[in-house]
């Protein structure tokens, strides 16, 4: 069955008129704004601390808005509608991202602006956000896939928010404890160690293509974890 963007564009304007009833997702979306107002206003220029943030926001964004989509889906029992319909698992799985990204993208130059955040090498970083953002949608689509509603999305989120935002830490438990090595492959402290070069050195795509490919074997990963759950869920 091929991809559809009329299917998409379709499930895309439907999740958006779900998502502007949900004033607890709504709410949520906007703390990272209000995070990065103080760090504004705090003059907060630190590497760490800026993607600490960012890593939160996609989160509590990317992850967690595409979390409670698929799970409102399930909790309303259309989700096997939808499996059932003429729409194939890409045209669903693209058609349920494409409110997670605009959010995400928009949340994200907001956070940037209140922060002052402006970065040596913007194409890098762009680049790098872009991946990364794929990801955490990914993160979020499994982690639906797996809820059975929006109050366990929400709840199954925060283990992930709190572990992903600690990507400093991550590297430095990564140099103590060798358990933790699988630790610095992680896109959160990929994307961490790309801003620390950009910050640095100017560095430009040569110097960061290996996290860029370790970022995206992550994407992969997720995706095909996703993919393999929805698949299941449809033969249930």
């Not at 964004?61 to 399930?74: D, F, S, T």
């Not at 999305?153 to 400093?168: D, E, R, T």
């Not at 830490?169 to 103590?176: G, R, T, V």
């Given at each position: 069955?091929?991809?559809?963007?009329?299917?998409?564009?379709?499930?895309?304007?439907?999740?958006?008129?779900?998502?502007?009833?949900?004033?607890?997702?709504?709410?949520?979306v906007m703390m990272p704004l209000v995070l990065a107002?103080?760090?504004?206003?705090?003059?907060?220029?630190?590497?760490?601390?800026?993607?600490?943030?960012?890593?939160?926001?996609?989160?509590?964004?990317?992850?967690?808005?595409?979390?409670?989509?698929?799970?409102?889906?399930?909790?309303?029992?259309?989700?096997?509608?939808?499996?059932?319909?003429?729409?194939?698992?890409?045209?669903?799985?693209?058609?349920?991202?494409?409110?997670?990204?605009?959010?995400?993208?928009?949340?994200?130059?907001?956070?940037?602006?209140?922060?002052?955040?402006?970065?040596?090498?913007?194409?890098?970083?762009?680049?790098?956000?872009?991946?990364?953002t794929i990801f955490y949608i990914g993160l979020g689509?499994?982690?639906?896939?797996?809820?059975?509603?929006?109050?366990?999305?929400?709840v199954i989120i925060l283990p992930f928010i709190a572990?992903?935002?600690?990507?400093?830490?991550?590297?430095?438990?990564?140099?103590?404890?060798?358990?933790?090595?699988?630790?610095?492959?992680?896109?959160?402290?990929?994307?961490?160690?790309?801003?620390?070069?950009?910050?640095?050195?100017?560095?430009?795509?040569?110097?960061?293509?290996?996290?860029?490919?370790?970022?995206?074997?992550?994407?992969?990963?997720?995706?095909?974890?996703?993919?393999?759950?929805?698949?299941?869920?449809?033969?249930?």
């Amino acid at each position: 069955m091929t991809f559809s963007i009329k299917r998409s564009l379709a499930i895309f304007h439907k999740d958006y008129k779900d998502v502007c009833k949900n004033l607890y997702v709504t709410v949520s979306v906007m703390m990272p704004l209000v995070l990065a107002a103080m760090w504004g206003m705090q003059g907060i220029k630190d590497i760490n601390m800026h993607y600490m943030l960012f890593n939160g926001t996609l989160c509590m964004v990317a992850a967690y808005v595409q979390c409670c989509l698929i799970a409102e889906e399930k909790e309303k029992n259309t989700l096997r509608g939808l499996m059932l319909s003429p729409a194939s698992t890409m045209d669903i799985l693209v058609g349920k991202s494409l409110l997670s990204i605009v959010a995400t993208f928009i949340i994200l130059v907001a956070c940037a602006f209140l922060q002052n955040y402006k970065p040596e090498n913007l194409l890098v970083i762009s680049i790098a956000m872009a991946l990364t953002t794929i990801f955490y949608i990914g993160l979020g689509t499994v982690l639906g896939l797996v809820t059975k509603s929006i109050m366990e999305a929400s709840v199954i989120i925060l283990p992930f928010i709190a572990f992903f935002c600690l990507g400093s830490f991550l590297q430095s438990l990564a140099k103590s404890f060798p358990i933790m090595k699988f630790a610095e492959y992680l896109p959160n402290v990929q994307l961490i160690e790309i801003a620390n070069q950009v910050h640095h050195s100017g560095a430009g795509l040569a110097d960061v293509w290996f996290n860029l490919v370790v970022i995206l074997t992550s994407i992969i990963v997720i995706f095909a974890i996703a993919v393999v759950i929805f698949r299941k869920r449809m033969m249930d």
